[in-house]
């Protein structure tokens, strides 16, 4: 793991619970498919016994995304269209149908057959446009979701949380797109690029260990579990100006629960973060100012992963673009580090009735591959030590745009009610209707979302 990461994510925590006094009690675990939500406002007084429940819904889809310049694009397009003439480049021992597409390391054309992996861009006589054998992947997204929060107080301030996402992501509707001829290379050895995808896509696939796809796929199951304590203060009518200050502070674990992701399949989606074990601070508050009716808020927060060793898809030729590749190895992860931050500004009262309208700016740093397979590409490092030239495998793998974290900037709006304990009761309720749009992104899938709150709070008594 980078120490500049930790470091980096402790100085950003500790700006943000030294210059706010801040309050608020919320949790989300963002990804490409599924960017930040709206905040959420909590209690503005601190029960020694209080308990805060909440469920969040959360529906999100897309049919597009935004790509490294921030374009919008069809949704698998994130990372660039599929570049057939490289995908099946360098693989030790392929099989019989991409061997027949792409050839076997220093090995010539196979006479009289399609033969993508000899063609070049910048040859004329290739007979291959600058869009020739670029195909664009669409498909549609869609994803449900319940985030379950528990926050108990516990004494002095201090509190303890428990969060769990309950997940369904589904992806319908996936399709290839040949961007360039049907028909593409030299007389002798053209290459028909329709056959390719329509005949011939999942039996290379196959024979690269990689399961058959198709037009639809689907993940459901729990996410990952965060764990965490924190601080909290409260203080009203702390000048003319600010009538109230709240805050807190938190840091928390997160483990890995969610099913384990299927490197094979090329559109399987995790429900996690596919790592070992992570570490979360958060902060969030709100300060009425000038009225009651009236506040702003701010919060961020930040995320560091463990490394851990795993299988991963990967590239085996550096100029390897798109959704999926064909290569696989064994590497250890150093999963990029995440962090947001946010405001908002609150017309309404903190007990009662509420419109919120925020900003959110989120990102993931990139994350790194080391190969631990000193087998892997063995026939390719072999060829190019033969022709006295030098082949760094980890540079080849991290070249990839799959690695380059993702960004989000977010528009939220929501109505809020938060209701106050009667004389004779303990529980206040809270309701809420959030909507957030992604303004722009890189790598990102481009997913509106729609949500909903159901909480309330109530003393113990214990």
Request: proline content about 4%; charged content about 20%.
């Amino acid at each position: 793991m980078n120490s500049r990461k930790i470091f980096g994510s402790i100085i950003f925590i500790f700006f943000c619970s030294v210059t706010f006094s801040l309050y608020g009690y919320n949790i989300d675990l963002p990804m490409f498919y599924k960017p930040p939500v709206c905040p959420q406002l909590s209690p503005d007084k601190i029960g020694k016994t209080m308990g805060t429940f909440q469920a969040r819904y959360k529906y999100a889809s897309a049919s597009k995304g935004f790509d490294t310049r921030g374009d919008k694009c069809t949704l698998f397009d994130i990372y660039g269209p599929i570049d057939l003439l490289y995908l099946g480049r360098n693989l030790d021992n392929p099989g019989d149908r991409t061997r027949g597409y792409w050839g076997k390391i220093g090995e010539l054309a196979p006479a009289g057959t399609g033969y993508l992996g000899g063609l070049d861009r910048s040859v004329a006589a290739d007979n291959v446009g600058t869009k020739d054998g670029l195909v664009s992947c669409h498909g549609h997204m869609s994803t449900h979701e319940i985030d379950l929060l528990y926050t108990q107080q516990l004494f002095y301030g201090f509190f303890a949380q428990a969060y769990i996402p309950l997940k369904s992501v589904s992806l319908t509707k996936i399709n290839f797109e040949n961007l360039g001829k049907s028909v593409i290379g030299p007389a002798g050895h053209t290459v028909n690029i329709d056959n390719l995808i329509s005949e011939d896509l999942n039996t290379i696939l196959e024979e690269c260990g990689i399961e058959k796809y198709s037009a639809s796929h689907k993940r459901s199951g729990v996410g990952d579990l965060v764990c965490s304590v924190g601080w909290a203060g409260a203080g009203q009518n702390q000048s003319e100006l600010v009538k109230n200050l709240s805050g807190f502070v938190s840091a928390g674990v997160i483990f890995p629960m969610a099913k384990k992701y299927n490197e094979k399949n090329i559109f399987d989606v995790p429900l996690g973060y596919i790592t070992s074990i992570g570490f979360m601070a958060r902060a969030q508050g709100d300060m009425t100012i000038f009225t009651p009716w009236l506040g702003i808020g701010v919060y961020g927060g930040g995320t560091v992963f463990l490394s851990k060793d795993r299988y991963v898809p990967v590239k085996t030729d550096e100029k390897q673009a798109g959704w999926f590749t064909l290569g696989r190895c064994y590497a250890s992860v150093d999963t990029g580090s995440l962090w947001d931050i946010g405001c908002y500004a609150r017309l309404g009262y903190r007990n009662g009735g509420s419109l919120l309208v925020g900003y959110t700016y989120a990102s993931q740093e990139h994350t790194s591959l080391t190969v631990r397979d000193n087998n892997f590409l063995e026939t390719y490092v072999k060829t190019q030590k033969d022709l006295n030239k030098s082949v760094n495998i980890n540079n080849l793998v991290n070249s990839d745009e799959r690695l380059r974290g993702w960004k989000a900037q977010m528009l939220h709006c929501a109505l809020i009610y938060k209701g106050q304990a009667g004389e004779n009761s303990t529980v206040e309720p809270m309701v809420s209707i959030e909507y957030s749009y992604p303004i722009t992104g890189k790598y990102l899938f481009y997913a509106p979302m729609l949500a909903g709150t159901l909480g309330f709070s109530v003393n113990l008594n214990f």
